[in-house]
């Protein structure tokens, strides 16, 4: 009981350097793994692409091991198992489990490893607790349309590379399709030619239509509220950026430094 209470605190700790070190390390595989599926979209040496597989092989045996402790540690192991976050874990590792009978196409599922990155941006981080929301706003708009293009490219590429090695024959390719598709701008210089491809490109214009005008309307009314905001941090729970007539934290209710007296608009 003990070993499972520790591993399950380690495994979702940032704090203690122990926390940190797990957690960092689940980042890079994660940046890693998708590092090395781009590199094989090129033309490269068959003995570096060898050991690029074996590499890949490895990360995914690791990625398996942590889902079966995660569900092991977990109080409600039915919960668990059907929430977001063990539902990404799981597209994380399918590639591995599946492959043990040769269904080399599910492994257009590691695409959603990317997806575990959420996970951090959330509360606490790595270098500590973010107490400015805008930062942690900033962060996650950016990181999800980053995972919209990433995780689109990849599955475009998936489909349609072994139909069209020529249109789509690196990972730069499937992104510029996806960008031009997501922004709807549609150049029609690159084209899908399965009906899967087709599909894809139904959702990509809709994720373009819907979510991405929606995260970047967000992102430009965080601009405008921060362009309104001045450097004054509270000293009780450092919350750094207040608006230029405030008096008191917004956060936690402490009075700021040199903040306007209201009765007799003396500084403090």
Known sequence: MQLRKTIGFYLEDVETPVGKIVNLGIIGLVLLSSAI????????????????????????IIFAIEYLLRLWVADNKLRYFFSLYSIIDLFAVFPFLIGIFNISFIRVFR?????????????KT?????TREDSAIFARILLTLFIIIFV?????????????????GTFLDAVYFSVATMTTVG?????????????LTILMILTGVVIIPWQLGD????????????ATPCPTCHLALHDMDAQFCKNCGTRLPNAACPVDGMKK
């Open 152 to 168: 689109y490219a990849g599955l475009i590429y998936q489909v349609e590379h072994p139909k069209s090695p020529t249109i789509f």
């Open 37 to 60: 599926f781009v590199a094989q979209t090129y033309p490269i040496p068959d003995g570096l692409r060898a050991e690029l597989n074996a590499i890949d092989k490895g990360i995914l």
């Open 187 to 199: 150049f029609g210089d690159v084209t899908p030619l399965s009906q899967t491809g087709r599909l």
């Open 111 to 123: 695409w959603f490893r990317i997806l575990r990155l959420i996970r951090f941006i959330e509360g």
């Open 219 to 230: 992102l430009v009314r965080r601009l405008v509220k921060t362009a309104n905001q001045i």
């Open 126 to 130: 790595i270098v500590g607790y973010i």
